[in-house]
Each structure stands twice: as structure tokens, then as C-alpha cells.
């Protein structure tokens, strides 16, 4: 069993849902990087998502595409990401959110034998369709690594089916249609997503885009295994960057969001 499985399995067996906090890589520098992963692990991260820097994050909002902006002035490359998550030696899962440019240019094949080996558990592809992943998703499953495809509330029954067919560790759902980024009120789409996807997989199921407090994770809850919190802890992070405390500010929040 793979250690995003145990990881959901552990849960389901205590009763509990799932938090998946999101940080993008080298912001604000790679240093940090190592420690706020060790710190989302302390404050009881379920899997946690590190976002690769990319020049073109079509699918991110305002905060995360200036937290790849950030990143990538310091010049570094897949190498030392891999080797920040390493130095980490996390107990839990950890699953690269990427772009697919990034990715190939390092090589599939190369990044799935050094990710593996480094401690990453899975990836996402954001621009990948599940139609067009098929050699991709077949040599991180080669390298023991879980391939995970978004949904949003416009898929198809079709779509659905076919993710459910070839999605592993998790399906990440998209609470609404558009970029990430946080918002007041969750939408009732992200509910009947869930069920939807109930209906075709017994995967576990996160929900993600939007998610900023701890009354939203809580909601979340009820009908999902995970909630993803992301451009709230992105946007503290910009906002204590070169403060001495960030990282214990990070985790304080994070430790709000699923204790309130």
C-alpha cells in the first residue's frame, strides 16, 4: 500500500478528514522550503503539495502565480526541489503540483526515478489531460508514484468515469470553475461534485480552490476526505517573507484551520 493510501486509510479508520496544505517550492527560498514542510507535517498535514515554479501558471490566481514569480528569480531547477524534499526525510506523503512544460524538460522518465527516490509520493499535472497522460501516467506508476487528475464541476459523467479509471492516491476536485485563490463562501458545486464522483470511484476525494478558514475546511468535511488549503497559506507566506518567525506563523495557521 502506497503512503497516500495508508495515509487516507489511517483516517478513515480514526474517523477523521484530511488536510492538504499547498506551498510552492523555493518561496521564499529553499531553505524555508525544508522547514515549512517539516512544520505543515508537525501541525498534522494529511499529504502535502509542492508546487513546482513555473513561468505560465494558467491555472493559478494572483497569489500563486506571484509565489512562482518569487521562486523563480532564485534560478534553481527540479534538482534542487527534489533534493529540498529529500533533506526533509517526511513521514508524510508529499505529491508534486506541476505544469507539464517544467516536467518534460527534465524528463519524465528521469524525474519519476529521482522523485521517487527522494520521497515524493505522487503528481499532479495541472495541464495534462487523464486523455493524454497515458505514457506519462505509466511510468510514474513504473516508479511506484501515484498519478492525480483534477476534476471540476463542469466534467462530464465521461470525464468522471475515465479519471476514475486512471487516477490513484487520490482525485483532487475543484470546488468551482477558474483559478485558484481564496473566496468567502464555498460553493454548493463542490458537494455535488463528491457525490458525482462517488457514484464512479471509491478513491478518496479532495477538494480544493477557495479553501481560506477553518469554517470552510470544516465544511468541506462533511462530504469530503480531504480539504486542500492553498493560496491562504501562500499569501502568508508573502506577507512575513524575510521575518524571522514565518515558519512559526505558517504552522500556527495551519494548526487553526483544522483544530477550530
Same mark, same amino acid.
Given at each position: 500500500?502506497? $503512503?497516500?493510501?495508508?495515509?487516507?486509510?489511517?483516517?478513515?479508520? @480514526?474517523?477523521? $478528514?484530511?488536510?492538504?496544505?499547498?506551498?510552492?517550492?523555493?518561496?521564499?527560498?529553499?531553505?524555508?522550503?525544508?522547514?515549512?514542510?517539516?512544520?505543515?507535517?508537525?501541525?498534522?498535514?494529511? *499529504?502535502?503539495?509542492?508546487?513546482?515554479?513555473?513561468? /505560465?501558471?494558467?491555472? /493559478?490566481?494572483?497569489?500563486?502565480? #506571484?509565489?512562482?514569480? #518569487?521562486?523563480?528569480?532564485?534560478?534553481?531547477?527540479?534538482? @534542487?526541489?527534489?533534493?529540498?524534499?529529500?533533506?526533509?526525510?517526511?513521514? *508524510?506523503?508529499?505529491?508534486?503540483?506541476?505544469?507539464?512544460?517544467?516536467?518534460?524538460?527534465?524528463?519524465?522518465?528521469?524525474?519519476?526515478?529521482?522523485?521517487?527516490?527522494?520521497?515524493?509520493?505522487? %503528481?499532479?499535472?495541472?495541464?495534462?489531460?487523464?486523455?493524454?497522460a497515458g505514457e506519462v501516467a505509466a511510468t510514474l506508476r513504473a516508479n511506484d508514484l501515484e498519478m492525480i487528475f483534477l476534476?471540476?464541476?463542469?466534467?462530464?459523467?465521461?470525464?468522471?468515469?475515465?479519471?476514475?479509471?486512471?487516477?490513484?492516491?487520490?482525485?483532487?476536485? %475543484?470546488?468551482?470553475?477558474? %483559478?485558484?485563490?481564496?473566496?468567502?463562501?464555498?460553493?454548493?458545486?463542490?458537494?455535488?461534485?463528491?457525490? #458525482?464522483?462517488?457514484?464512479v470511484s471509491e478513491l478518496p476525494v479532495a477538494v480544493g480552490f477557495g479553501i481560506s478558514t477553518a469554517a470552510q475546511v470544516?465544511?468541506?468535511?462533511?462530504?469530503? /476526505?480531504?480539504?486542500?488549503?492553498?493560496?491562504?497559506?501562500?499569501?502568508?507566506?508573502?506577507?512575513?517573507?524575510?521575518?524571522? /518567525?514565518?515558519? @512559526? $506563523?505558517?504552522?500556527?495557521?495551519? $494548526?487553526?484551520?483544522?483544530?477550530?
Amino acid at each position: 500500500m502506497s $503512503r497516500i493510501a495508508e495515509a487516507f486509510a489511517r483516517l478513515k479508520r @480514526e474517523g477523521r $478528514r484530511g488536510f492538504i496544505p499547498f506551498i510552492t517550492a523555493g518561496d521564499p527560498d529553499l531553505q524555508t522550503t525544508g522547514k515549512l514542510l517539516i512544520e505543515l507535517q508537525s501541525a498534522g498535514a494529511t *499529504v502535502i503539495e509542492l508546487g513546482v515554479p513555473f513561468s /505560465d501558471p494558467m491555472a /493559478d490566481g494572483p497569489v500563486i502565480q #506571484r509565489a512562482s514569480e #518569487r521562486a523563480l528569480k532564485h534560478g534553481f531547477g527540479m534538482r @534542487e526541489i527534489l533534493d529540498v524534499v529529500a533533506d526533509a526525510k517526511l513521514e *508524510v506523503p508529499v505529491v508534486l503540483f506541476s505544469y507539464f512544460n517544467p516536467l518534460l524538460r527534465y524528463g519524465i522518465e528521469r524525474l519519476s526515478r529521482e522523485a521517487r527516490a527522494s520521497g515524493v509520493d505522487g %503528481v499532479l499535472i495541472t495541464d495534462l489531460s487523464p486523455e493524454e497522460a497515458g505514457e506519462v501516467a505509466a511510468t510514474l506508476r513504473a516508479n511506484d508514484l501515484e498519478m492525480i487528475f483534477l476534476v471540476a464541476p463542469t466534467s462530464t459523467e465521461a470525464r468522471l468515469s475515465m479519471v476514475a479509471r486512471r487516477a490513484s492516491g487520490f482525485i483532487y476536485a %475543484v470546488s468551482r470553475a477558474g %483559478v485558484t485563490g481564496a473566496q468567502h463562501e464555498m460553493s454548493r458545486d463542490a458537494a455535488q461534485l463528491v457525490s #458525482r464522483l462517488r457514484q464512479v470511484s471509491e478513491l478518496p476525494v479532495a477538494v480544493g480552490f477557495g479553501i481560506s478558514t477553518a469554517a470552510q475546511v470544516a465544511e468541506v468535511s462533511r462530504y469530503a /476526505d480531504a480539504a486542500v488549503v492553498g493560496s491562504a497559506i501562500v499569501a502568508l507566506i508573502e506577507e512575513f517573507s524575510g521575518e524571522k /518567525d514565518i515558519v @512559526e $506563523r505558517v504552522g500556527a495557521f495551519a $494548526r487553526k484551520l483544522i483544530s477550530d
